[in-house]
Every structure is written in C-alpha cells, then in structure tokens.
C-alpha cells in the first residue's frame, strides 16, 4: 500500500508537469498564432488596398490613353486637312497666275498693236506672234476691220480714243500685277504658315504618341501588378483560413486545461499532501503522539 501511494503520487506530479508544459505550450502557440492570423489580416488588408489603388490606376491611364488616341486621331485629321486645303489654295494660286500672266501678255500685245496703228514710234517688233490670239480673233478683225479716219479730225478723235483705251490697258494691266502680288504674298503666307503647322503637329504627334506608349506600358505594368496583389490576396486569404482553423483546434485542445488549470493544481496538491499523510501514517507514524512528546520533551 505504501509503494502504491509513492506511485499515485508520482503520478500526480508528472500529470503536473504535463500540465505546466501543456498550459506553457497552448500559450505560447496561442499567441504566436495570434499574432499570424493579425499579421495575415493586415496583408490581405494591404492587398485589398493595393489591388483598389490599382484598378483606379488602370481606370484612370485608360481614359488617358483614349483621349491621347482620340487627340492624336483628330491631328492626323487635321494635318490631312490641312494639306488637301494647301493643295487646293495652291492650285487655286498656280492657276490665278497662269490666268493673270496669260492676260497681261495678251494686254501687252494688244497694247502694241494699237500702238503700231497711232503711235508708231513706241511699237516693239513682235519676236513670236501670239498664235493662238491671233487665230482666235483675225476672222473677227476680217469681217470687221475699223475704217481708216478720213479727216484730221476724225484722225484726232481716233487718237484721243486709242489713248484712253491705251491708259485703260495699263490700269488693267496694274490691277493685274497688283493681284498678282498679292496672290504671291498670301500665297507665301499660307505656305510658310502650312509648314509651321506641319512642324507643330509632328512636335505634338511625337511628344503625345511618346506619352501614349509610356501610359500604355505603365498600364500593363499596373496590370500585372493587380494580378499579383490579387494572387497575393488570394494566397493570404487560404493562409488565413488554415490559421484560424489551426486556431480553433487550439482553443479546443488548451480551453479546458487554461481555464481549471488552477484548480487542478490545487486538487492535485491536495491529493498529494493526503497520499504523504496516509503513507506516513500506514508507516506508523502517530502525528498526535509525535506532537505530544515533542511537547513533553520541551517542558521536561
């Protein structure tokens, strides 16, 4: 009986030192845990913020990139209508000269042959014959030639009108030359103001397709990084999961012992105190008669 109360008491206190390690582990484990699972939460929080932060990105380099493509669109627009309008002004200009240049020469030559007829002395011998003048307007000058003046007077009513029609041909022919530069001045403008224009919108095709290329890549760079934050997320949320069930077996292996811990303690204290008692006393020991001798010794 005695060597039974030595083993139960050595069990009791080896259940306590299972105890003592079991309460240190559940606490430990239960902390580190905690701070995982908190840990865990905050990623998935910092990737739920990232993965939001990103999707603005995109969202927002999206719309950039449509207005670049659209403003680049509308310049090349712009350019290819500019150009038709060049082209055309400068038919317009070309043709405008030719016309003039053809009028003034058959002006010129008409104001020579008047001059042949009432003012030879200042009539220039024509080199080349205006053919195509001629042809077109000598059958009318057969059918209809002027008739010579019969008196000195009508000779000087003739000269008189030859003069007017000679000083009418010079201010035609001024207001021609007048057109004429004009048409050359604007003509210069327009060119000089077409080419600017040529040159301002290369600068900008370049500098906005430069700025479409780099937001085009800094979306596909934002595009993967969505991708990762969302496996990152996804990753942290099975993590989490895992823990929280770790967590749960925790709480449903140390609850128990965490929360009698001490009053297990406390009874297995008492079981052993008792089992010392019952051994000393199954051993022979009078506790009442070992206190009273001791009494006895000490008066004696």
Not at 207 to 230: F, N, W
Request: charged share 35%; proline share 2%; glycine share 4%.
């Amino acid at each position: 009986v005695i060597a039974m109360c030595d083993d139960m008491v050595k069990i009791l206190k080896q259940e306590q030192v299972d105890d003592d390690s079991k309460k240190e582990y559940c606490a430990v484990q239960l902390d580190q845990f905690d701070d995982k699972k908190k840990a865990t939460e905050r990623s998935i929080s910092d990737s739920e913020l990232a993965i939001t932060n990103a999707e603005e990105g995109i969202s927002t380099l999206t719309e950039e990139i449509k207005a670049l493509a659209a403003g680049i669109k509308d310049l090349d627009k712009s350019v290819m209508t500019a150009t038709e309008q060049r082209k055309q002004e400068n038919a317009e200009y070309k043709e405008l000269v030719a016309s003039d240049s053809q009028a003034k020469e058959l002006l010129k030559w008409a104001k020579n042959r008047l001059n042949k007829f009432y003012h030879p002395k200042m009539y220039v011998a024509e080199a080349v014959l205006v053919q195509t003048f001629e042809h077109k307007h000598a059958q009318r000058a057969q059918d209809a030639p002027p008739p010579p003046p019969e008196t000195w007077d009508a000779y000087a009513k003739k000269s008189q009108e030859s003069t007017g029609v000679l000083t009418m041909i010079d201010l035609l022919i001024k207001d021609l030359d007048k057109e004429l530069t004009e048409a050359e001045t604007e003509e210069k403008d327009s060119q000089a103001e077409y080419e600017q224009l040529m040159s301002d919108s290369a600068e900008k095709r370049t500098v906005d397709s430069k700025s479409l290329a780099d937001k085009e890549a800094a979306r596909a760079d934002l595009e993967a990084k969505l991708e990762a934050h969302k496996e990152s997320k996804a990753v942290a949320g099975k993590e989490l999961m895992a823990t929280l069930k770790y967590i749960q077996s925790l709480h449903a292996e140390c609850d128990w012992l965490l929360q009698y811990y001490d009053v297990r303690k406390e009874a297995r204290a008492g079981e052993i105190d008792s089992l010392v008692k019952a051994k000393a006393i199954l051993s022979g020991a009078d506790f009442s008669l070992m206190q009273g001798r001791g009494s006895f010794r000490g008066s004696a």
